[in-house]
């Protein structure tokens, strides 16, 4: 999915304050022997599936469990709507849906896929926290650390939601400690993650060295196998200044060669890159073989050059940040094949592969690596300790969450170049910028902002209908606040353009438009020319390049974010309440019980293909 918005560190924080006044994929032996490896022919004598030989001495080879998921975004709960389902490919074509998600069973399927495997690891794609529903974000996501540590995650890249709420909170959910302003939530200090995260190419900018550890070792009974850890470079794009201030992000390839090098002059040859960027597969079937005749490359966007320049010293590449779902191979420099994976998001899917470590070399003997995804199903039974978890942040989260804020007739759906859910956040925003400047003119929402549909179906006891604070919260996590600017005409239609060129050329980031406004977006051409500009009207009339208009965004966008520096050039500042508000005003003013909020029909951009 596109890149982000972020949540501002201080409007978080005086938001939370305001609120709270199966075992699959091992490869065993006799593979490996017809493998024809070097030494096979004894490994299928000698080794066995717990990586012991017959007697007591370790086989040549021994297989690794990497289990691996990516895009957590602190779901916790099962995601509603689509955000809950994968799409799996049946054997004659065709596709099927299937729920999938929620930790209480991915504890429950990660702990089944380990039974019989000594030598597992269990990493992450970064994105574990941000972004997040009410019973995570609420608290700063304490209680997504906490289900992490209950996992038994080993370790995890940064991703850029890793930054939301800047260093300074992404070192206390490293390290514990109760939060600076809103202090500790239960009676019991926050121990922090149990596990490091990674963050190889984001450095301090005073001292030049890495935010976090760059690499880790897993070591079990001589098996040596070492994690590079890396958020995409262009971080500083998709999260708000303040979130990363005083850092720099630094090439993906680059960091991860400087250190595949260090790791293998201290012993270290089998490796695995935990890359926060990732690409996207010709088909949004979770079971796709994208490695099969006439699948063509596989996987595109910024992933597959990645992946093509990182050195062979890499042996398998965990992936994310797109949520995507793949488990393919790209050449490496060398030209021989490497597994690229990434686990979709939100919980629903779990990558298996099997590293075959030789014990000879040290090194992945990377012709026997296999790699799958897996369905995080919702009908095994429930990890009871994760239900304990949820069920005690859900108490402290209820009667914030609970509360009705406004009444749908339907589902209104964020997908789609423009969405209905997009049309509404735009008109909201529009509304409340009227409340505080009856000028207004017009509203512009970036889609990435949007993190949830929703859903006319009841998700707990509140009604089929009914929007819940808690729901609110989850399409609009990010605490940024509604800005007013002034733009000249020429500057709306430059930021229009702006949807499709420079860094959104080649992944277009249409905005999501208020009432009135209304233009043709030709798919037809390329760069800035797909936005018409002869049909870019307001209320029927042209957008006139020398006359001023007042602008409603995020403060996100306002600070230029998503690539759309002209939303950063206006003048005549003013800030108000933040977007949830601004939402929840909106719907409260427009919807009833009896009079129910029917879905916006999404036709203010006209789009040719």
């Known amino acids: 999915m596109p890149a982000t918005s972020p949540a501002h560190h201080q409007r978080r924080r005086r938001r939370t304050n305001r609120l709270l006044a199966t075992a699959a994929g091992v490869l065993t032996a006799g593979a490996l022997a017809a493998a024809a490896l070097p030494g096979s022919a004894t490994a299928g004598e000698n080794h066995d599936r717990r990586g012991t030989s017959h007697g007591h001495h370790h086989g040549r080879y021994q297989d690794v469990q990497l289990l691996s998921f990516n895009d957590l975004h602190g779901n916790l709960e099962p995601p509603s709507g689509s955000s809950g389902r994968v799409t799996e490919l049946q054997p004659d074509g065709t596709t099927k849906t299937i729920d999938a998600g ?10 089944e896929a380990r039974k019989g495997n000594r030598y597992s690891i269990t990493a992450a794609g970064g994105d574990m926290v941000g972004a997040s529903p009410l019973i995570s974000g609420l608290f700063h996501d304490e209680p997504t650390i906490e289900a992490l540590n209950k996992l038994d995650l080993d370790v995890t890249s940064v991703g850029n939601h890793e930054f939301d709420e800047g260093a ?16 500790c939530y239960t009676d019991k200090k926050f121990k922090g993650a149990d596990f490091p995260y990674l963050a190889a190419n984001v450095l301090n900018e005073k001292t030049k060295k890495p935010l976090l550890k760059p690499y880790w070792v897993w070591k079990q009974k001589g098996v040596k196998v070492g994690f590079i850890g890396v958020t995409l470079e262009g971080t500083p794009d998709i999260v708000s200044a303040e979130g990363v201030k005083g850092l720099s992000f630094k090439d993906e390839v680059e ?7 260090e790791l293998r002059r201290k012993g270290v040859k089998s490796i695995v890159a935990l890359i926060h ?3 996207f597969p010709a088909s949004s079937a979770y079971n796709y073989d994208c490695d099969s005749p006439g699948a063509g490359d596989g996987i595109s966007g910024p992933i597959a050059d990645i992946a093509k320049n990182v050195t062979p010293d890499v042996d398998a590449l965990v992936t994310g940040h797109t949520h995507a779902a793949y488990a393919c191979t790209i050449p490496d420099p060398s030209g021989k094949p490497r597994t690229v994976t990434s686990a979709a998001s939100f919980g629903r899917l779990y990558t298996d592969t099997t590293l075959t470590y030789d014990r000879w070399t040290g090194d992945i003997a990377r012709t026997a690596v296999k790699s799958a995804n897996h369905v995080v199903t919702r009908d095994v039974p429930k990890a009871p300790d994760m239900t304990r978890l949820i069920e005690k942040w859900n108490t402290l989260a209820a009667p914030i969450g609970n509360r009705p804020i406004g009444y749908i007739s339907g589902d209104i759906v964020r997908d789609g170049t423009e969405s209905p859910l997009g049309d509404l956040i735009a008109d909201a925003q529009l509304a409340y910028g009227r409340t505080l400047d009856p000028e207004t003119d017009l509203a512009l929402m970036n889609p990435g902002g949007i993190r949830a549909s929703l859903t006319y179906a009841a998700a707990g006891g509140e009604g089929d209908g009914v929007v819940t604070f808690a729901e609110g919260f989850t399409v609009q996590p990010f605490a940024n606040t509604v800005n007013l600017q002034d733009f000249t005409g020429a500057q709306v239609i430059q930021a229009l353009k702006e949807q499709v060129s420079g860094p ?3 992944a277009p980031k249409i905005l999501q438009i208020s009432s ?3 233009y043709t977006l030709d798919l037809t051409k390329t760069g800035a020319d797909r936005v018409v500009t002869d049909s870019i009207r307001l209320d029927g009339s042209p957008i006139d390049p020398a006359a001023t208009y007042r602008v409603a965004t995020n403060s996100f966008l306002a600070g230029g974010g998503d690539g759309f520096p002209t939303l950063g050039e206006g003048t005549n500042d003013l800030v108000g309440l933040d977007d949830l508000a601004a939402l929840e005003q909106y719907l409260t003013a427009n919807s009833s019980a009896t009079s129910p909020l029917a879905p916006p029909a999404a036709d203010r951009i006209t789009i040719v293909q």
């Open 504 to 506: 959104n050329e080649a």
């Open 277 to 279: 960027e990732g690409g």
């Open 102 to 111: 929620g930790v209480e069973y991915l504890a429950t399927h990660l702990r």
């Open 255 to 261: 960091t991860i060669n400087k250190y595949a090098k």
């Open 168 to 183: 300074r909170e992404l070192g206390r959910l490293q390290n514990g400690g109760c939060h600076p302003v809103d202090g």
């Open 516 to 518: 009135g406004l209304t």
